[in-house]
């Protein structure tokens, strides 16, 4: 479902991200695919150096879709980002890289709180974060972060993800589908 990024797929990938519907809200946009490569080598190089966390996001097939990232990453904290192609939202991806995205995060990296800033002229964003069991809405929880995102004019919704909710989610989820069987 996602992956540790790789120059290979920028190609794809670069296709996908330069729709009219998806670049608008890509973090770090790229207009040719040389261009596309290079941010991605410098995302990788950035993970690395321990400022992002970068993946790819795969298809049942093992097709480059979209990337989720974690940016801006300061005392266990960041900012969310993920785009997908057009062809594959609505499918299931965003929620399933999400969660093994924040599973890595989490419980492998040493994050503990993961916020999102949303466009509020973004509803497929604002509606899949709601979605969410374990995301919080953060406009009046973290008004400083609220202010600083939205600095030069209000554009932004924040939301938040704690470690603590996640992982009470996915346990009952995990005893839900147990007792299921």
């Known amino acids: 479902m996602i992956k540790k990024r790789d120059l290979h797929e ?8 330069s729709d009219p519907t ?33 993946r790819t996001i795969v298809s049942d097939y093992g097709q480059p879709i979209g990337t989720i990232n974690l ?3 300061e005392d266990g904290a960041g900012f969310l980002g993920t785009w997908i192609g057009t062809q ?3 499918l299931g991806y965003n929620k399933k890289a999400k969660e093994q995205f924040l599973e890595e995060l989490f419980f492998e990296l040493d994050i503990h709180t993961v916020f ?10 604002i509606r899949a974060a709601e979605k969410l069991p374990y995301t919080i809405k953060a406009n009046e929880s973290h008004p400083s972060i609220y202010a600083e ?25 995990n005893n839900e589908e147990e007792q299921a069987m």
């Open 88 to 90: 594959f939202q609505g």
């Open 116 to 125: 999102l800033r949303i466009r509020k002229t973004n509803p497929k964003s």
């Open 22 to 54: 998806v670049l608008p809200y890509v973090r770090h946009k790229a207009y040719s695919a040389d261009e596309y490569w290079f941010l991605t080598k410098q995302l990788m190089e950035e993970e690395e150096a321990g400022t992002v966390i970068t």
């Open 149 to 173: 995102i939205n600095k030069k004019q209000e554009v932004y919704d924040l939301y938040y993800i704690p470690k603590d909710l996640f992982h009470l989610v996915m346990m009952q989820q």
């Open 71 to 73: 940016f801006d990453i």
């Open 10 to 17: 920028c190609t794809s990938l670069y296709e996908l991200m």
